[in-house]
């Protein structure tokens, strides 16, 4: 099965009632290997790339890697852009052929948020692509969880003004391994819910790592139809790769690594399966009959990489598109 809008399998999940999983990758060896785990369990799956490790995965690569991975597989599979911190890189996934792209703007003020939300929306669609958008602002390992929530009242004006396809939240969900036990605001989620329901938009809940699995079930029962993983799939691969090394104390470096690799792989696709039951994604074979609105193949792949934008230290993405760069 070919790539599939994200937007597609995300009303799937809305309709069956159980979330995909969105999972960040930082090497070119892990969509294929995450795809080939996902056909096992015959589960949707969406392959992330985190705009942070674009400089050792560049857009285009990730694509045509992952395009390529998808191509035969027999789920479906879409491909996204996590937390796009500007709109220049946002747009450089678009054109990269991403079937969904996150302008990240939750650190802004309201309104520069709702502006520049707006225009990635407006690219995106032009090019057939959906645009995520955050309200709100999640912690990271480095802080506690105490920044500020999603409103339901802001996040009805940010989704009616923005035409954002998916909304990620902030419920007292958190980036990376939380500092003690995550407790996460079911009431705001279901008043966010509620205050969105006249809009086409999906619900994505961030910082995934260390919620438990009743709490997962209880944010999808509220609406959550994508959840993000990276952190703890990275312990899995990485306990592997030290139990590996470990039983192989004649390690070179040599043609060996690719078998520490391979543990590796083993530790985020074992991950991901655990992902799969939890969020009750695996064995929806049956669905995927309605999921053939496959994504035709962009072959405008955007600008030279790295771009005269990107090089530029006074460009401020102020929603110059490439087009009219």
């Not at 070119?28 to 050792?56: F, N, R, T």
């Not at 789920?75 to 052929?97: D, F, M, N, T, Y």
């Not at 309104?111 to 032009?126: L, Y």
């Amino acid at each position: 099965m070919p790539l599939v809008k994200t937007t597609d399998m995300l009303a799937a999940c809305l309709k069956g009632k159980y979330a995909v999983g969105a999972f960040n990758i930082n090497g070119l060896d892990q969509p294929k290997a995450l795809i080939e785990a996902a056909e096992k369990i015959k589960s949707p799956l969406i392959v992330v790339e985190p705009g942070v490790i674009e400089k050792y995965v560049n857009f285009e690569d990730f694509a045509l890697v992952t395009r390529r991975a998808a191509r035969d597989a027999g789920v479906p599979v879409s491909i996204h852009l996590s937390h796009g911190l500007s709109l220049e890189q946002c747009e450089r996934a678009v054109l990269a052929g991403f079937t969904s792209v996150m302008y990240d703007g939750s650190k802004l003020s309201f309104e520069e948020n709702i502006e520049n939300t707006r225009k990635a929306v407006e690219f995106g669609h032009k090019h057939g692509c959906a645009v995520e958008g955050e309200l709100g602002a999640l912690g990271s390992s480095f802080v506690d969880i105490t920044e500020t929530m999603t409103d339901p009242e802001k996040a009805r004006e940010f989704v009616e003004r923005t035409g954002v396809d998916i909304l990620a939240v902030s419920i007292g969900n958190s980036h990376g391994f939380y500092k003690g036990t995550p407790h996460l605001d079911f009431e705001r989620l279901a008043e966010i819910r509620k205050a969105i329901e006249p809009y086409p938009c999906y619900l994505t809940l961030h910082g995934g790592s260390g919620i438990s699995e009743e709490h997962f079930k209880k944010a999808i029962a509220e609406g959550i139809v994508k959840v993000c993983i990276y952190t703890e799939m990275c312990s899995e691969g990485r306990a592997n790769a030290i139990r590996w090394y470990a039983e192989h104390p004649d390690y070179t470096g040599n043609y060996d690594t690719c078998d520490m690799t391979a543990e590796i792989l083993k530790g985020f696709v074992a991950y991901e399966t655990k992902c799969a039951e939890m969020f009750e994604s695996a064995g929806r074979d049956e669905v995927l009959p309605d999921l053939l609105n496959a994504v035709p193949v962009n072959d405008r792949l955007g600008p030279e990489y790295p771009s005269a934008a990107a090089l530029n230290p006074d460009f401020k993405g102020k929603g110059i598109y490439w087009d009219k760069f």
